[in-house]
């Protein structure tokens, strides 16, 4: 007979945590290390390096986050301090403020809920600051993780066939060679780097080709009986 659980049961149940341990460090500013998200990033096992860092509480890559929770970014609103972090974290191309907590009790605060929504607002529309909306520390070194995950992740090369128009040399010839069948934009960078010019690609032997390593013995094929015929 199968085990029924116990719903009503105090005994907390333990949540396994599991972690991507991305390799891409996750910078901490040294002003941080004593706080809940350093804490639970150490917990979750993530790789994290301490710094200080003049702009904002973490930097991925080349993101820069500027973490607050609900009551210290009323805080700096009520103290102008606000203002200047986002000018600071705009000097990065990419930027986020991580809102922690937010709730949306605005009677437990000696600020005009108006005020605190028009902030709000200009620093989506003013600023162009994306926000993130965390539960808890917990929820942002979650966040932080991710972000992290992200730049591992492969870059992704873009196919021109769609537009009609392009305006480089570059452009022309990926756009001519992705015309061949089984010829993507990462086989057309390939095929440039080692042969720089469409005649040297087209004059190309079959020996030469497969030094590429990009065509399979039946896209060879069809790539040089295109150019027989």
């Keep these: 007979?199968?085990?029924?659980?116990?719903?009503?049961?105090?005994?907390?149940?333990?949540?396994?945590?599991?972690?991507?341990?991305?390799?891409?460090?996750?910078?901490?500013?040294?002003?941080?290390?004593?706080?809940?998200?350093?804490?639970?990033?150490l917990n979750k096992k993530a790789n994290i390096k301490y710094e200080k860092l003049d702009i904002g509480d973490y930097l991925i890559e080349d993101t820069i986050v500027e973490r607050k929770t609900f009551q210290d970014f009323v805080n700096s609103m009520t103290n102008r301090r606000l203002l200047s972090q986002l000018q600071e974290i705009k000097k990065y191309s990419k930027h986020f403020l991580i809102l922690e907590g937010f709730y949306y009790n605005y009677k437990d605060f000696n600020v005009h809920e108006n005020a605190i929504k028009g902030m709000l607002l200009s620093i989506v529309t003013d600023f162009k600051i994306p926000i993130i909306y965390t539960e808890d520390g917990?929820?942002?070194?979650?966040?932080?993780?991710?972000?992290?995950?992200?730049?591992?992740?492969?870059?992704?090369?873009?196919?021109?066939?769609?537009?009609?128009?392009?305006?480089?040399?570059?452009?022309?010839?990926?756009?001519?060679?992705?015309g061949f069948p089984g010829v993507g934009p990462i086989a057309v960078k390939n095929l440039l780097e080692k042969f720089e010019t469409l005649s040297n690609v087209f004059n190309a032997t079959e020996d030469e080709l497969k030094e590429t390593k990009i065509f399979s013995e039946d896209k060879m094929k069809k790539f040089l009986s295109l150019l027989k015929d």
């Excluded at 149940?13 to 804490?39: F, G, H, W, Y």
């Excluded at 070194?141 to 570059?170: D, G, V």
């Design 138 to 178: 917990e929820d942002t070194a979650s966040f932080l993780i991710l972000l992290a995950k992200r730049y591992e992740k492969p870059k992704i090369e873009n196919s021109i066939r769609q537009t009609k128009t392009f305006k480089t040399l570059e452009e022309q010839k990926q756009f001519i060679l992705e």
């Design 1 to 41: 007979m199968k085990k029924i659980e116990n719903i009503f049961s105090k005994r907390k149940i333990q949540k396994k945590i599991t972690c991507p341990n991305p390799k891409i460090p996750i910078i901490v500013d040294t002003r941080e290390k004593q706080s809940l998200i350093s804490a639970n990033l």
